[in-house]
């Protein structure tokens, strides 16, 4: 399994970068020499998969994007390693600038993503399957089990692909005014404010029993 999780994130990482959203490179790399002589040092990033998911939230990540490991800076592509909690969800998201090849880990993952179409697609995936999210499309991953966590590991080909998460948008202070989705939703004021007044400042809340994941819980590919 090992062996065969090493070759699927090697694969991973030569598809995205073969079909790279960024713009083409114009040198090898684009790396300063200001703070010093560069060396091997500077393409290795360690502790990716050192990921710890904060008490209460569904899930944590780290990413190896330019900003955090200037090394990838022209060269397409990106890694974010997920930790998720029991019944843990890497919430409702997209990516504007990149398509993601997920790879699971350990673990059980429900994942979908829904087209222009509204149509969904959604499957379960266990260790060692992977799951494409097309670029820009909504998508989730949502670990199915209530006792135990899921690891994953996400190409992107992007070194910036960016992520919006639709709840954070809608139900954050700083997002899309409750009147506006009050219009969207077709819904009254006071059903758009008891979400916002139990929606998490972080963006991340785990499942419980009360809110769709636990025994009894299906997930329906489609």
Same mark, same amino acid.
């Given at each position: ?29 684009? !790396? ?5 002589? #560069? ?72 994942? $979908? ?14 260790? $060692? ?7 820009? !499309? #909504? ?13 994953? !590991? ?15 948008? !809608? ?6 005014? $409750? ?36 025994? $009894? ?6």
């Amino acid at each position: 399994m090992a062996r065969a999780g090493v070759l699927m994130l090697v694969l991973a990482a030569v598809a995205v970068v073969a079909f790279a959203s960024d713009a083409d490179p114009v040198a090898d790399f684009v !790396l300063s020499a200001a703070n010093g002589p #560069i060396t091997g040092g500077n393409f290795a990033f360690r502790g990716l998969n050192n990921v710890n998911v904060t008490s209460g939230q569904g899930s944590g990540a780290k990413s190896a994007n330019a900003a955090s490991f200037p090394a990838l800076t022209s060269q397409g592509i990106s890694y974010t390693y997920i930790n998720y909690a029991p019944c843990g969800q890497n919430p409702i998201h997209t990516h504007p600038r990149a398509t993601e090849l997920l790879f699971v880990i350990e673990g059980q993952l429900y994942v $979908g993503f829904v087209d222009t179409n509204n149509t969904l697609y959604s499957t379960t995936l266990n260790a $060692g399957d992977a799951f494409v999210f097309p670029r820009g !499309l #909504i998508h989730f991953q949502q670990n199915t089990n209530s006792n135990s966590g899921a690891r994953a !590991l996400a190409a992107l080909n992007s070194q910036n692909p960016g992520t919006q998460r639709v709840g954070s948008a !809608l139900f954050l202070p700083s997002g899309i005014p $409750g009147t506006i989705t009050q219009v969207a939703f077709n819904a009254q004021s006071a059903a758009i404010e008891a979400i916002k007044a139990k929606f998490p400042a972080s963006g991340n809340p785990v499942g419980t029993s009360d809110t769709g994941c636990g025994e $009894g819980i299906t997930y329906q590919s489609n």
